[in-house]
């Protein structure tokens, strides 16, 4: 879907948490406050460096009733595109960015009869969204934090405002000493497991909660989407005699509409139908709900609010 | 006169235990498991079995022997539904609970399954018996048992009711709604169309 | 925004219920071309649209006083009209920020909403409400928060829960509905509620519907139309009073259809809710009477031609073979075969007759 217009933010102010983690801070740019966050919910931050334009997205870890704010905690990863350390060595206080408006695919679920987090590293930030959300809720939870050694002391203190019982753990010892299959085991009917942080952690959990028998729909990872955007190509309107460059993370009728051009478009999600539109040359990346199967073989129409070129090139008929 | 073709009908269909399962209790209102309520090559051995005697003179329970091939018998329906009840509670996650018998039977217990944290992946059905239906009175909430006629007269309020496809798993009952608000009087012929 | 609210009009036994022009022409009359087909008809909520109706977040009119008079009748014979399930009362304290905000925001002169922290207060001067509490606290409230703001909205809410790729209408406001029971449904997933609808199944628009709502974002709201045709200006048409309000079904005549025969429309809105990940649907339900579609051209030949060639599986699931006729035998001398626009606006600001 599309995102609508993004929010323009100033950085309030940056906190080392620990040699390579900061958290960010930032405000509305202009006053006011910011749109309620959902819990679990991340934002797309555009980062500008010189020529270089990048788009990374980032859990926001401020509880739902602070608007007046928000926070992201980053990590400053060795092999980074640029997005980690542009923040962590460009970025100070006073400056203005871009800010896509939250999305959450991550949500927390509202029928659960208790949450299990289980947290490696950065991927603490989407549960800790969550930790204000279940106080409110009263929620029956528990939290597994695994990190490395040294920074056992720095997710505790993160976690310190939530833990008043037995609820939060940080666990140093490493994979191999923690008790996965152990702790999926114990919970009672009506559990859902959420994990965030490195590949081998979430497929660890949802692997083993799944051979426990632990159905999908109890199972949940953050993976921030990845399905929305792609590599960028041309499109040919021939009618119109115009040719658009559609970037990374704008759809063909974005691309077509900043050209000037007006499209049919309705829903803007792929699934009235109103935005199909021939196509005379080109292979298509479809993404829509509305096309049959057949239709979607035959590659003659496109939807252009979700779909894309599966090559360097699309001519339309518009 | 019906309204079969709605689309919200529950469909049923001859259990197999869920592969994913870790453990596979099996309810039903009969002493037996019945043969067409599994799918081809499964036996009832694959599951824990609750059966229901409707003798009273049944021995309580032996200890608690919870695992596949193992069978319990209750001495009616809501029996076993209270030992369920205490049951799911304390059980854990990889649970899979199915039912086997007439279908308020099926939903009272997917009502029970689903209080206590189960989803509708973690549950399976088949209908198994009797099509007489229960029905929900729209108009003043009376629930009336073993409806098999397409109209009947609500118990409660006394309206002619057409008797809907519409199902509520929640209420394990079909909407009736009365048949001649328009026109009073107006009233069809009855068919029998669920023994 | 100079509206003259009629707080003593009724939709029931004395039907005092009367349009002004302003209000006949701000109608969303739900048709943009000459014929009808159930269609995933979805479009973003935007403030704005092809009648003043589509201007507001949650749109207020001439009614609202006696709209929400004739909501707490409702409530008072049948407290079930209003229901949510336990697991959804994050979705409650989501709507009652979100039509909170948008009310004050929208209608500065009638709503306003300050907030000290937690504790907000909240003025309606139409209903003469001056309310303080303390958000994520219940019972600082008279009634539950999606009971309490609801009650002062017109138009009927639900609160659907997604989980497991489905949604599911796990509570609800529901007093001025065309013919479906909250009692009933409630609980069911989005195939189940929408079960008895002919043809929409088959073409699979429920499951476009169904994937694309499931993708909807926070501040990203759609909407689309519904529409029926009730018998009087009636807005309680529920499963629940049917015995009551049947007997007008049969009661139309050639004499009274063009008063009596009303449009019925829903303005239906769509909002992901921030901290429960819930859907708030709105149905905003309006009536405008035959005689007053009428007056307006383009709309009179529209809903003749419309109506004429509507799909019989349709029309007799909108509970219209009763009265179908005497409609078209009116509306047929009025429609000149001219050609229409496209799209719902009324093309006038003036009324005719």
């Known amino acids: 879907m599309t995102a609508g217009a993004p929010l323009q933010v100033r950085v309030r102010d940056i906190v080392e948490l620990a040699p390579s983690l900061k958290r960010f801070s930032f405000e509305p740019a202009h006053g006011g406050l910011f749109p309620t966050p959902p819990a679990g919910g991340h934002v797309m931050l555009t980062l500008r460096d010189g020529a270089r334009v990048m788009k990374n997205a980032y859990s926001l870890v401020s509880p739902p009733m602070e608007r007046a704010r ?59 969204s969550f930790l204000p959300e279940m106080k409110a809720r009263g929620a029956r939870f528990e939290l597994h934090q695994l990190a490395t050694g040294e920074e056992v002391p720095v997710f505790e203190r993160l976690l310190a405002p939530y833990a008043t019982g037995e609820e939060i753990r940080v666990h140093g010892g490493g994979r191999a000493a923690f008790d996965l299959a152990g702790l999926l085991s114990r919970q009672p009917l009506g559990t859902h497991v959420y994990v965030c942080g490195p590949h081998a952690l979430m497929d660890a959990v949802t692997g083993t909660a799944a051979a426990l028998g632990w159905p999908r729909g109890k199972i949940h990872k953050e993976s921030f989407g990845g399905a929305t955007g792609g590599l960028p190509f041309r499109a040919v309107l021939r009618r119109s005699g115009i040719e658009v460059e559609v970037g990374e993370t704008q759809t063909l009728l974005e691309a077509i509409e900043a050209a000037g051009v007006a499209a049919p478009c309705l829903c803007r999600g792929g699934a009235c139908g109103e935005c199909v539109t021939p196509v005379i040359e080109g292979e298509v990346d479809h993404r829509d709900d509305f096309l049959s199967a057949e239709e979607k073989a035959g590659g003659k ?9 599966r090559g360097p090139r699309l001519v339309l008929d518009l | 006169m019906s309204d079969q073709g709605i689309k919200s009908r529950p469909r049923y269909h001859p259990i197999a235990p869920d592969p ?51 069978v319990r018998v209750f001495r009616a329906v809501p029996h076993l539904f209270s030992a369920l009840e205490e049951r799911l509670a304390r059980e854990t996650m990889g649970l899979r609970l199915y039912a086997a018998g007439t279908e308020p039977f099926l939903w009272d217990a997917y009502g029970i399954g689903a209080r206590a944290g189960l989803s509708p992946q973690e ?54 709604v009365q048949i001649d608000a328009e026109v009073p009087g107006e009233v069809p012929q009855a068919e029998e169309l669920y023994s | 925004m100079t509206v003259q609210f009629k707080p003593a009009e009724t939709f029931r036994d004395t039907f005092t219920y009367r349009k002004s022009p302003e ?46 008079r004739e909501r707490e009748r409702v409530l008072k014979e049948d407290p079930k009209r209003c229901q949510v399930l336990p697991h959804m009362m994050a979705a409650e304290w989501d709507s009652l920020e979100l039509i909170m905000e948008s009310l004050a925001q929208d209608y500065p002169e009638h709503f306003s909403l300050t907030k000290a922290g937690d504790l907000w207060t909240w003025v309606n001067r139409p209903l003469n409400i001056h309310q303080s509490f303390t958000f994520g606290k219940a019972e600082t409230l008279p009634c539950g928060p999606f009971e309490y703001i609801t009650r002062q909205a017109q138009g009927d809410f639900t609160l659907q829960d997604q989980r497991d790729d489905n949604l599911f209408v796990d509570g609800g406001m529901v007093t001025t509905q065309a013919d479906w029971s909250l009692e009933f449904d409630i609980g069911m997933s989005f195939h189940e509620w929408h079960g008895p609808v002919p043809l929409a199944h088959e073409k699979g628009v429920f499951d476009r519907a169904l994937k694309y709502l499931l993708r909807l974002q926070c501040g990203q709201p759609v909407r689309r139309l519904n529409w029926t045709m009730t018998v009087n200006p009636r807005l309680d048409t529920s499963p629940e009073n049917y015995p009551v309000w049947g007997p007008d079904k049969a009661s139309v005549t050639p004499d009274n259809v063009a008063e009596k025969v009303h449009l019925r429309v829903e303005l239906q809105t769509l909002y992901r809710l921030p901290r429960s990940n819930a859907i708030l649907f709105g149905i905003r339900c309006y009536l405008t009477s035959v005689a ?62």
């Not at chain 2, 309810?27 to 499964?42: C, Y």
């Not at chain 3, 051209?297 to 699931?317: E, F, Q, S």
């Open chain 1, 70 to 128: 928000y926070d992201i905690i980053v990590r400053l990863v060795a092999q980074s595109r640029g997005g980690s350390d542009f923040l962590h060595r460009k970025v100070a206080p006073g400056d203005v960015l871009e800010m896509a408006r939250p999305v959450s695919l991550f949500p927390l679920a509202s029928s659960a009869k208790k949450h299990l987090l289980i947290g490696g590293g950065i991927g603490i930030t989407p549960l800790l």
């Open chain 3, 23 to 68: 209000d006949i022409l701000r109608f969303p009359f739900p048709f943009p071309e000459d014929e009808y087909m159930y269609s995933v008809n979805i479009e973003p909520h935007v403030r704005g649209g092809p009648t003043a109706a589509f201007q507001a977040a949650f749109d207020i009119d001439e009614h609202y006083i006696a709209e929400c």
């Open chain 2, 20 to 70: 994913q399962g870790r453990h596979h209790l099996l309810v039903v209102d009969g002493p037996d498991v019945p043969v067409e309520a599994l799918a081809e090559g499964v036996t009832p051995s694959a599951f824990e079995v609750w059966t229901v005697a409707r003798k009273s003179a049944v021995p309580a329970s032996p200890a608690m022997d919870e695992q596949a091939g193992a």
């Open chain 3, 292 to 353: 007053d579609i009428a007056r307006v051209p383009k709309w009179r030949r529209r809903l003749h031609r419309v109506l004429r060639d509507l799909h019989p599986d349709i029309a007799a699931y909108k509970g219209l073979p009763r009265f179908r006729q005497t409609v078209l035998d009116y509306l047929a001398p009025l429609d000149d075969g001219e050609p229409t626009s496209k799209g719902i606006a009324p093309d006038t600001d003036v009324l005719a007759g």
């Open chain 1, 301 to 309: 129409v496109v939807m252009t609010c979700v779909s894309r070129a």
């Open chain 2, 123 to 176: 549950m399976a059905f088949a209908h198994v018996g009797t099509q007489a239906r229960r029905i929900f009175c729209v108009h003043c909430r009376t629930v009336m048992e073993g409806v098999t006629t397409s109209i009947t007269t609500c118990a409660g309020c006394g309206a002619p009711l057409f008797v809907r496809d519409h199902f509520s798993r929640r209420l394990a009952a079909f909407m009736a």
